[in-house]
């Protein structure tokens, strides 16, 4: 096993001095946590090895003072910021089910879904479906159909989309025309530490920008659509505010174009793409920080246009839910490889958060049930599926560990439950959303009856 100092890293430094000014996404774990007396991590009032022995393990644990805190962030920097209208939407691929759509819609945030499922989802937690907008690059007829019905605002990504809405518009009748945003790519492409503005951008997703003025003269000869406004998201995990500053200036630019053209276009969704911090290098903007950039690049941006204030829009996913949220696991079999790695092993993985295996993601982690030792062993947590690469952290500085302990992985709110997946038919965990020393199932852990459900047998 190799060492370290004692000194490196010490667990509680994962914690906050005051968490009540902190932005979420700039802390590892959620704002509510706490180190007991015994050395037990605490969160929203719950010890976490008690959680596990409860609901048991892996378990996702769920902040609702971290959730509410980003939420009310957002929703107030933008009216500081800002003085026009503004609605904050949370884009609920990030982790969409009902408690969590229902949670920030009482902040009075709106919703960003993706999908049939995610809508049907947000409507079954009861969302207004005047705050949801529907995205997606390849909407189904019958997700066209779902929008039409429901009354959400679609945001229309390419011209079969356009073509198929027209046909069951004169289909259907609507009584009210229905509110379509236009998805165009703004030519900023970012990567996490670096970007570049480009004439043009390999994406999957909107319409090309040197087609805004046949996507205009479309809208133009359509009055049967509400053409309310222009959508645009260029990343995630950005780390940078100037790509946001661009992508304000660009998008009042095409605007400005579309009300010259008598459009009654009046509202702007800037996406969303702010990051958060997995690891103590990580050093995303806070949310006000972002807000502001955002704030005041349209604001200026429409002065000097002298264009009335639009409606602003934004949809931050992984920066609201991400930090909210830590997977609680129980360590099992370790593995010693003298002079080249330990391998510690928990009883989830690559299922209940694929982002590791995925893109290569890097988390933080420490042992819930000795927050109060130092960290003096460098180890490899290893999953428990049949796949090599099913490592969700390597070389990672611990206290000395037992099979039994629980180890906590820091910041899977999101991206972890909305990618899980029942590879080697693992059930999917829990959820609880935890507050003041409460504890509420948000998602059932599933069952090995729940893995057949959709077995048959052929006739
Ligand atoms: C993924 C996505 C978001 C949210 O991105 P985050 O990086 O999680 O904030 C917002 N809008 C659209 C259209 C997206 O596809």
């Known amino acids: 096993m190799v060492s370290i100092q004692p000194a490196d890293i010490h667990p509680t430094s994962f914690l906050q001095p005051s968490a009540l000014d902190c932005s979420p996404n700039q802390q590892l774990l959620p704002l509510s946590a706490q180190i007991e007396a015994n050395g037990h991590l605490q969160v929203g009032g719950c010890d976490v090895p008690q959680l596990v022995e409860q609901y048991g393990s892996p378990l996702y644990i769920v902040d609702e003072q971290t959730v509410r805190g980003a939420c009310q962030q957002y929703r107030q920097a933008f009216q500081r910021y800002y003085p026009g209208s503004s609605q904050v939407l949370y884009a609920s691929k990030a982790w969409s089910c009902m408690a969590l759509c229902a949670l920030v ?46 009354g959400c605002t679609l945001i229309a990504d390419n011209w079969l989309e356009l073509e198929r809405l027209v046909e069951l518009i004169a289909i259907t009748q609507p009584k009210t025309p229905p509110r379509v945003m236009l998805r165009l790519t703004p030519g900023i492409e970012c990567h996490t530490h670096e970007y570049i503005r480009t004439g043009h951008l390999d994406s999957k997703f909107g319409f090309d920008p040197q087609q805004i003025d046949q996507v205009l003269a479309f809208a133009q000869h359509h009055p049967q659509i509400n053409w309310v406004g222009l959508h645009a998201h260029i990343g995630s995990q950005i780390f940078e505010l ?30 969303g793409g702010l990051g958060m911090r997995y690891v103590e290098s990580d050093d995303p903007p806070s949310i006000d920080e972002w807000s502001e950039v955002i704030c005041t690049g349209i604001l200026q941006a429409c002065q ?78 290893a999953g428990k599926h049949c796949e090599s690469g099913d490592i969700l952290l390597k070389d990672v500085a611990l206290p000395p560990s037992q099979p039994g302990d629980v180890l906590v992985i820091m910041g899977t709110g999101a991206y972890n439950y909305s990618m899980a997946s029942n590879y080697n038919r693992l ?18 852990r599933e069952t090995y009856q729940d893995l057949i459900r959709q077995d048959c047998f052929p006739r």
């Open 242 to 271: 100037q790509p946001h500053q661009d992508l304000t200036q660009v998008m009042v630019e095409w605007l400005t174009k579309a009300q010259s053209l008598g459009l009654p276009m009046s509202e702007l969704n800037i996406g």
């Open 304 to 381: 000097t246009a002298k264009l009335p204030l639009p409606k602003l829009l934004c949809e931050p996913g992984r920066s609201l839910i991400g930090p909210a949220c830590v997977t609680a696991y129980t360590m099992g079999a370790q593995k010693h490889i003298p002079d080249i790695r330990t391998y510690l092993a928990v009883d989830g993985g690559m299922s209940d958060n694929p982002r590791p295996i995925t893109y290569q993601s890097i988390y933080s982690a420490a042992v819930a049930n000795c927050m109060d030792k130092a960290a003096t062993e460098i180890v490899t947590i």
């Open 105 to 150: 819609v009482s902040e009075e945030l709106g919703l960003d879904v993706v999908s049939g499922g995610e809508l049907y989802t947000a409507l079954q937690a009861d969302v207004d479906p005047a705050v949801i907008y529907f995205h997606g690059n390849n909407k189904s007829v019958a997700e066209l159909e779902m929008a039409l019905t429901t």
């Open 427 to 444: 059930p999917r965990p829990a959820a609880v959303l935890v507050y003041d020393g409460d504890a509420n199932l948000i998602l059932r």
